[in-house]
């Protein structure tokens, strides 16, 4: 393993100082790996078993890290220094709003290092932040997994209030309806887009679920292993069926009747039931990533209305005319650079073109109506 000690300093070899330039790279490193080490000490505290070991292992690695800048620093090291403040605050952000937002800042931080672009960060120590990724995105991968449904449909929710009511509000407006009718409409819209939107959630993860369940093997086909005719080999065909060539498809089927016909161990059937129908249980846990129909359908009415209702604010607030416009899209404009950048968030990437790609989509659609609104108005008019 590469040692983590720096190289001498200037008193051992006459090297030249380092420039304060180096000095204020140095330090931003020492702050970082020290924030990365408090925070996979605050994410061990709330795991268990592996995964607690495996966050301590990154938390050990990290303190190596922030002793090689402290020998590399001297007394440069103090006072101790801050990490940027944009760290600070998604810091905070991740620990105020769970376990998954941690992890996902977590990896994201380790994903833009800075130490890449810095030639006095020794290679180990570079490919050690590349590792630390990875390892940070097998963890959140478990908890993605199980936020997927409901997260799913709460942002789908969200969004759609958000634009959808947005540009019905826009599009009535620009024909010069009267303020009241306004909000009218947009409650109205409100109402239906969000029993519209819990429906088909409902009608999805219940579909979804269904053919999850035709897919997941039958119990008394795991229970008929044992007494297949090994001469005929029937066996071979569910592996052949599963994509195996019929060379691969034989021999794992002598694997499973050798483990039968092996003396009894106490688990008499259980090795090749688990060897045959492995994928039952990956196939049944995938209902927990989909949710249940009832969850979803009301994430996605909760969340529409909210969002639905963000582009009514100025009206129930008893403004009119452009100046109501102009403050429902802005209102609804924050809220869309919100939700893209929690979406960015969570999937550990920069938030900031995700937040952005969420705007221009929504604005565009509002902008389309608008434009048809005034359209109308006129030709009405």
């Not at 080490?37 to 690695?61: I, M, N, P, Q």
């Not at 090689?68 to 905070?92: F, S």
Request: aromatic letters at 4%.
């Amino acid at each position: 393993m590469a040692s983590t000690q720096p190289p001498p300093g200037p008193s051992q070899d006459g090297a030249a100082a380092p420039s304060r330039a180096q000095i204020r790279r140095w330090r931003k490193h020492l702050a970082e790996e020290r924030m990365e080490a408090r925070t996979y000490r605050d994410l061990s505290e709330r795991r268990t078993g592996e995964e607690r070991a495996v966050l301590l292992a990154l938390e050990d690695a990290e303190r190596r890290h922030e002793e090689y800048w402290l020998a590399r620093l001297g007394e440069h090291a103090l006072p101790a220094p801050k990490p940027p403040l944009r760290t600070r605050a998604a810091a905070v952000l991740a620990h105020l709003f769970g376990t998954i937002f941690i992890l996902a800042m977590a990896q994201r931080a380790e994903q833009r290092s800075s130490r890449d672009a810095d030639d006095d960060v020794p290679a180990h120590m570079q490919a050690d932040e590349h590792i630390h990724a990875e390892v940070i995105r097998s963890l959140a991968a478990k908890s993605r997994e199980t936020l997927a449904g409901t997260f799913r449909a709460a942002v789908f929710g969200a969004n759609d209030g958000l634009v959808s009511n947005l540009a019905l509000v826009l599009g009535v407006a620009a024909t010069g309806m009267a303020p009241g009718l306004v909000l009218t409409t947009g409650v109205a819209g409100l109402l239906a887009g969000a029993l519209s939107m819990a429906a088909g959630e409902w009608v999805s993860v219940t579909s979804q679920r269904e053919l999850l369940d035709a897919s997941i093997p039958d119990p008394s086909a795991n229970r008929a292993v044992p007494d297949l005719d090994v001469d005929a080999n029937e066996l071979a065909l569910v592996f052949r069926a599963r994509g195996e060539s019929p060379e691969e498809a034989d021999a794992h089927a002598a694997q499973v009747f050798a483990r039968i016909s092996a003396p009894a161990t106490g688990e008499s059937g259980s090795i090749p039931v688990r060897a045959v129908f492995a994928g039952a249980q990956a196939e049944a846990g995938a209902h927990e990533q989909i949710g249940t129909p009832a969850k979803a359908a009301l994430s996605s009415f909760a969340f529409f209305a909210v969002g639905a209702l963000i582009p009514l604010i100025p009206y129930i607030a008893g403004l009119s005319g452009i100046t109501a416009i102009v403050c429902a899209a802005a209102v609804v404009g924050c809220a869309l650079l919100a939700t893209g950048g929690v979406v960015g968030v969570l999937s550990g990437q920069a938030p900031a073109p995700r937040a952005l790609r969420q705007l221009a989509i929504g604005y565009g659609a509002a902008a389309v109506t608008y434009l048809l609104g005034l359209a109308f108005g006129t030709t009405a008019g």
